[in-house]
């Protein structure tokens, strides 16, 4: 099985290879070959070292006629990851159309392109966001976000990720995919430094503080998240790529269970595992525009999509630390 | 005020345009030029004759660059009608993605371009679709739609209508266009000839009988159809268009009112009003891809948006063929 991970080289991409590497297999069927493009490089030598894998360095849009113009082997399956993430999108609305609407329309046309040259309906894993939810004056967010909730984006990424979702369903509707959705979570720790996006901070004020860095919380601390370990995100992704067409229940997308917790839970929470200097490393400084953007997402969510697939949330906030130091290990 | 309608020598653009010339304004401002872009040529000699309009004839997309570059005038509005219909779509993917998607979100483009350089925010409206909506194994389509309700598109002309109303939101929400954007529900009685839509019989078991033609019906006389009148659609298209931010409630699509009716109780109408003989030109011939199409389409709306708007659906089917007849003389 020829696998192509976009975003190969990013926290969630690196953590997906290692798996799928560590595993051999996927759907049944083992893992010969593993693509992984990203426009920074591998920086994990276990993975960019594996002899299975090969690496690609570029833009995506750019890179997709080396990705699929000949010669190349067939991609059974294509787990689409990489995105500009959401402060970007806002800041930059081309940057958006561009890196995660004009790309994706692409790369499904490119896969289908394929598949259909070599009979071949390929598997693809689409990563959307809770970032799709939101309220307008007429439609306020339920409380408690279903499966049937209305996605309403108020930001350029989450219209971007939507419309994404949309032609993933259609395409797969076709028969020229077999395409599967999910809405990820916030995944909190991720390792590394902050990034662009607005809930950068939610890994932030935890990693920072464990390492004697001082970090800033954006939002007031009875702010309420929806949030996912980085190995219960993966699972979530890998059931959902794996699971029967009868098992999804639909090709609309699956949001992936997730812990509600409030920012002052998470700093109880640090408090609990690493003590109280360590958590008095976060400093709350409001900024309008980030807590506007996170306090539009829900932080409720009855995921019944995904309990059927056997999808449970992390257990608490202080089992996602512990995670993250044995990670670390 | 110079307009521009896409799509402006179909069916609804001709008598949107023919609407707007005889009121003289929008939005409260005189109308000077009325630009009309089509496929195929302008034929109501009063509407191509009118010294305020212009009409343009070509493929919308090949077009752009003629009607969005020097010299031209900057469109304070834009009616974006022009689609290829559900059927096509369904028949030549390619062809819907072209002519819906990467239409609009060219279109889209230029008018938020054309917009920033003038200094202007141009008013734009979106004609979406009944076609949205839809059902899956794991979330059914609710007996009656609201105004959250989730779409679940099944064909790719409603997936691409609904893009099209979260592009037109996010150009909204970003500021480079005043976007509107209402769901019309099925027009009938449309005059002229069948085209590809799947809904173009419940035109046709009317609109052939009355002239003495047999036509084919291909769904069961109990399925239910949500329908609206031509004066009530442009009546809807208008008011939305017109309606100030506040009384819209939010940047997502209107479902516009429509009336319920069953094949069976169209059948009626028409033996109501044209007699028995009439009646029985409709003949009942089960066409399995249409049934499917059709009756994937919700049929009970409650459109408390619309309704705030003071839009109501049609009074009854007879009103409508008595409509249609009255429009003929």
Request: some cysteine; hydrophobic content about 40%.
């Amino acid at each position: 099985m020829n696998i192509l991970i976009t975003g190969g080289a990013g926290f969630l991409g690196t953590h997906l290879a290692r798996t799928l590497l560590a595993r051999g297999e996927l759907c049944g069927r083992t893992l010969t070959s593993l693509v992984l493009t990203d426009r920074v490089e591998q920086a994990d030598p276990a993975v960019g070292n594996d002899s299975r894998v090969t690496t690609h360095t570029g833009d995506l849009l750019d890179s997709l006629p080396t990705l699929f113009e000949p010669p190349f082997d067939a991609y059974d399956a294509v787990f689409h990851l990489a995105a500009a993430v959401s402060a970007e999108c806002e800041e930059d609305f081309s940057l958006g159309m561009r890196a995660n609407l004009a790309t994706t329309e692409q790369l499904l046309a490119r896969i289908s392109d394929q598949g259909q040259q070599q009979g071949l309906v390929p598997r693809v894993f689409f990563a959307s966001s809770v970032a799709v939810f939101g309220s307008e004056p007429d439609i306020p967010l339920p409380h408690i976000v279903t499966d049937s909730t209305l996605p309403l984006p108020q930001s350029s990424y989450g219209i971007q990720k939507f419309i994404c979702e949309q032609l993933v369903a259609d395409y797969t509707r076709k028969g020229f995919i077999d395409g599967r959705v999910a809405r990820l979570m916030t995944v909190s720790i991720r390792p590394g430094r902050p990034n662009g996006a607005a809930s950068s901070f939610l890994s932030g004020i935890v990693r920072e503080p464990l390492t004697g860095e001082p970090c800033v919380c954006p939002v007031s601390p009875e702010t309420e998240v929806a949030l996912a370990s980085p190995e219960n995100t993966i699972h979530g992704i890998l059931t959902v790529m794996q699971a029967s067409r009868d098992e999804l229940g639909g090709r609309t997308a699956v949001n992936l269970p997730a812990l509600t917790v409030s920012v002052a839970k998470m700093q109880q929470a640090l408090i609990d595992v690493a003590g109280d200097e360590t958590a008095q490393l976060i400093r709350f400084e409001p900024d309008e525009n980030i807590a506007r953007i996170v306090g539009g997402w829900p932080s409720r969510f009855e995921s019944a999509r995904a309990a059927r697939l056997g999808l449970i949330p992390d257990a608490s906030y202080d089992d996602i630390i512990q995670q993250y130091i044995n990670a670390l290990a």
